[in-house]
């Protein structure tokens, strides 16, 4: 089993910054790429970023220059810094992993989410 503890999210004024934080733990061969997704309410989840395990990244557009994606592999652990946050940045934040196995599988798994609401 593969679990995932995600913290970091709270309450910001507009140009604030938070970092989120995602913890992957348990029965784990490699982590193939991490990634941060957003669900904002009466919209679909998208993907934020996210960050392959040779280090190759991805942002979304309309965070490109705000938000930075890191990895720490000795901890397998994923973090997103989210600056210079808009009110259109609230939504609720998901940790999603793929992770390798031995047999050359991949499975996916999410976290439970982390609310991040930006509002003066």
């Known amino acids: 089993q593969v679990q995932l503890v995600e913290s970091g999210g709270g309450l910001v004024q507009p140009g604030g910054s938070l970092r989120l934080s995602c913890v992957v733990s348990?029965?784990?061969?490699?982590?193939?790429?991490m990634g941060w997704y957003r669900q904002a309410p009466g919209k679909q989840r998208e993907l934020v970023a996210q960050?392959?395990?040779?280090?190759?990244?991805y942002y979304l557009d309309s965070v490109k220059g705000r938000f930075t994606i890191s990895r720490d592999n000795a901890k397998n652990t994923v973090y997103l810094q989210l600056n210079s946050l808009k009110p259109e940045d609230t939504a609720v934040y998901y940790c999603r992993v793929r992770i390798g196995s031995q047999a050359g599988s991949e499975y996916i798994y999410w976290g439970q989410g982390t609310q991040v609401t930006v509002s003066s």
């Open positions: 348990g029965s784990i061969f490699s982590i193939n790429v």
């Open positions: 960050i392959a395990s040779g280090g190759s990244t």
